[in-house]
């Protein structure tokens, strides 16, 4: 018996790998700045008593060094951490000011950042954290500006922390998704976005948010007991992509 803590647990991926976990026998602490959180939970997870969640906004470091330890008490110990909760725009360079880019910021990297350095205390005898990165984090991206720097930046902290974190036999590693069907995309993506991405994808399709859950239950479990400081592309062949079969 052990408990993970998600991030972003109020929708799409970080939704996913709750339900996951939760189904294969976790304690899971879920967190989301969306107040709703509890009853996303409650009502999508049929094991409640194995279930705790709490309204959290990533980015207030006093919240999450309050609610993160107070939803842990009397619990399991935390042998793992998923941090999904992220902000995505496109938008040009040039229509990007500061403001914006401070805030994604905020909560792609440091409030990745804060949550992971709240949690680690609790792990007593090692586990894994598991970051979301992107794809657009690896490759310059169209309207990724501030998106791709947040996220290149979550790899790198990836590497730094599983350097830092080994001692303790704590693993940390990202994935970085190609297009996953959330309410993230929903709203960013076009029709026409959605043909340029299929477009330079293998599979030709978006991913389900299921199929990165459990590329993070992985990275959790002992069956990669030997990875650390790794980024997984989780992408239909995006990054794999060169001159396609059918191009022209
Ligand atoms: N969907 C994709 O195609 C895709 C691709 C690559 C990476 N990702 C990354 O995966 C992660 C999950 O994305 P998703 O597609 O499930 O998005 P989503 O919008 O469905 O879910 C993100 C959740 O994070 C929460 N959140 C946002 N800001 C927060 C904050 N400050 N504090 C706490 N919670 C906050 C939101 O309320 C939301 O419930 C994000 O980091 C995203 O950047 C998504």
Redo the contacts with the bound molecule.
């Keep these: 018996m052990a408990t993970a803590v998600v ?10 790998c709750a339900r996951l976990l939760a189904r294969e026998g976790w304690h899971v602490v879920g ?4 107040g709703n ?1 509890g009853d ?1 939970l409650g009502e999508k997870l049929c094991t409640s008593s194995r279930v705790r969640s709490a ?6 470091e006093v919240a999450v060094e309050t609610v993160i330890p107070d939803l842990l008490k009397g619990w399991p110990m935390l042998a793992g951490l998923v ?6 725009r496109d938008i040009p360079m040039m229509d990007t000011d500061a403001g914006l880019f401070r805030q994604i910021m ?3 990297v440091v ?2 950042f804060t949550v992971i350095r709240t949690c680690v205390p609790h792990m007593g005898d090692g586990g894994a954290i598991v970051n ?6 690896l490759r310059g991206s169209k309207g990724r500006l501030a ?1 791709g720097a ?2 290149a930046a ?1 790899v790198n902290m990836t590497q730094v922390m599983a350097m830092e974190l080994a001692p303790r036999d704590i693993r940390v590693n990202a ?11 929903q ?3 076009s029709d026409a976005d959605r043909r340029r991405y299929t477009g330079r994808m293998f599979m030709k399709r ?2 389900r ?1 299921r199929e ?1 859950a459990e590329v993070a239950y992985f990275l959790l479990s002992d069956r990669s007991s030997f990875i650390t400081g790794e980024v997984i592309a989780a992408d239909g062949g995006f990054l794999a992509a060169g001159l396609m079969a059918g191009d022209g």
Aim: aromatic letters at 4%; proline letters at 7%.
């Design positions: 991030t972003g647990a109020a929708s799409g991926i970080g939704l996913a967190l989301d700045v969306n959180v996303v309204p959290c906004d990533v980015t207030d941090n999904c909760a992220g902000l995505a905020d909560v792609n409030g990745t979301m990165s992107s794809v657009a984090g998106y947040s996220k979550v994935i970085a998704p190609g297009p996953v069907e959330t309410a993230m995309i709203k960013m993506h978006y991913a948010p990165i």
